[in-house]
């Protein structure tokens, strides 16, 4: 049996029955690196070392009887989520030696459950871009074709557990960084509610829009996973006070009578028609499984891209002003203050991280905040309230994931602008602090690649949205990349 197509929870059974050990199915994830990963290139850093002690440590957990949902279980970690003793990169020549003196809140809990760490996934520098093309050191390739691009930002962890080089991975999502690379490559990634997940020891591109969460191969892995690692946290004074439910409970239960929203935005000329027609041919197969379809306007959805490029690049422009090369970081050169920070600055940032920082700076200077920042944040409330009217009549919001499926590796290089557009089915999520789930739907006729799905929740209902679609899920057959 090859043990690394199984999902979390057959591999839960596999681990508690004695069918393999933790130490044994670590070793199937690393041959599965070790002949994939040269030329798919999801991982920066491959901890061997440190996860065979782990699976150690694990097993005596589960002869033990003292096993939890994940102990033994290979997970694969976005490359700007600290891990104590490991490096942490943020796939950035800035941090390109970065090792953290502590871990993430998520890998503490993580810890706890007595997972093992494969290694540190890929992804666009500082989490900056839609492709994973931006990384300093691994530009990672799509599973269903090498020449496409896998997303971004968390394209590497995407990539992995669609090649099954991981059974599920964490990524961050700051306007679809989770989603996005999940419906290119094929797998299922939830972009929890801001604040139910903590981001202590998380590397910040935009604070207030920021969220860690799961990918994996279907809705109930990421479940599963989603258990571990939400809860509140001292530590980060965004994180939500409030009670976590079990996110399997209504996982398999009816959608009966649930009602899915369609905004007509979403569905405009600007996405393309085999996107259109598999999410709409799900919504279709959802109404026959009971669910009540209605259709909605969002006009603020116009205005989402410009609103959240400027917010997310004036955060990015004040988080980012800690990398001088004189506190921790990629040091340059110069013989003054200035010109050290100057060289650190210019050669330790890629393109897209400085052309950000410059975009950010230029909304906060004196005689534009006004003008541009100010009514981003404006603009903010008022998608807010269109979602909260939605919210008002409908259970749950149904959308294309991106406007089109996964495109060529260079295609977008020289059209930044292009790339930002491709964000427009994902960033309102992050705007409005609200879950939101990918899923794969269908798959482009002629090439075969992936065509994923959103479902939008209510804040803090990360269970309906991994109930519907759970309750699609059940009725797809998916198909998996011949990489």
């Known amino acids: 049996m090859n043990f690394t197509k199984a999902k979390i929870r057959d591999l839960r059974k596999m681990l508690d029955s004695g069918e393999i050990s933790a130490k044994e199915l670590c070793g199937e994830y690393f041959k599965n ?17 440190e996860a065979l002690k782990s699976a150690e440590k694990a097993q005596k957990m589960i002869d033990e ?65 839609g492709s994973t093309q931006t990384s300093a050191f691994k530009k990672t390739k799509n599973p269903y074709d090498l020449e496409r691009v896998p997303g971004g930002s968390s394209g590497g962890s995407a990539a992995a557990v669609s090649a099954s080089l991981a059974p599920a991975a964490l990524g961050s999502d700051t306007g679809g960084s989770i989603r996005q690379p999940s419906s290119f490559c094929g797998v299922t990634g939830i972009k929890p509610t801001y604040g139910r997940v903590s981001r202590y020891g998380l590397v910040a591109f935009a604070s207030s829009l920021d969220q860690i969460g799961p990918i994996a191969n279907d809705a109930h892995d990421c479940a599963i996973l989603l258990n571990a690692v939400c809860g509140y946290d001292r530590h980060d004074a965004t994180s939500a006070r409030i009670d976590v439910p079990d996110f399997t409970e209504k996982l398999g239960q ?34 026959k499984q009971g669910a009540v379809l209605e259709e909605c306007s969002m006009p603020g959805l116009k205005y989402a891209i410009p609103a959240y490029y400027l917010i997310a690049c004036a955060e990015a422009a004040s988080n980012l002003s800690r990398f001088d090369g004189i506190k921790y970081g990629f040091r340059g050169e110069g013989r003054t203050f200035n010109d050290l920070i100057i060289d650190s600055r210019n050669k330790g940032f890629g393109e897209e991280v400085k ?67 491709a964000d427009i089915c994902t960033v309102t999520v992050n705007i409005a602090g609200l879950p939101g789930i990918s899923t794969t739907c269908g798959y482009e006729k002629d090439s075969g690649l992936p065509i994923g799905m959103s479902i939008i929740g209510k804040r803090f209902d990360e269970q309906t949205i991994l109930q519907t679609a759970d309750a699609w899920e059940q009725g797809f057959t998916p198909v998996a990349p011949e990489f």
């Open 355 to 421: 052309r950000r920082i410059l975009l950010g700076n230029y909304a906060l200077s004196s005689g534009y905040y006004d003008a541009y920042y100010k009514k981003a944040l404006a603009l903010k409330q008022e998608i807010i309230k269109e979602y909260n009217e939605i919210f008002e009549k409908c259970d749950v919001i149904l959308t294309p994931t991106a406007p089109t499926p996964a495109y060529k590796i260079g295609a977008q290089d020289n059209d930044p602008v292009k790339m930002y557009t």
């Open 33 to 49: 690196i070790d002949e994939k990963d040269e030329s798919l290139l999801s991982y920066i850093t491959v901890t061997k070392d």
């Open 254 to 287: 009816p959608i009966k009578g649930m009602k899915i929203a369609l905004p007509k935005e979403f569905y405009s000329d600007a996405i393309d028609g085999c996107v259109k027609d598999a999410v709409l041919s799900a919504a279709k197969e959802l109404e």
């Open 65 to 129: 009887k003292q096993a939890k949902a994940l102990t033994g279980i290979p997970l694969a970690i976005k490359d700007n989520i600290c891990t104590d003793g490991i490096k942490t990169t943020c796939a950035s020549k800035m941090l390109g030696d970065f090792v953290p003196p502590y871990n993430a809140s998520v890998i503490e809990k993580l810890n706890e459950q007595g997972y093992v760490l494969l290694g540190k996934t890929s992804m666009d520098e500082f989490a900056m871009g």
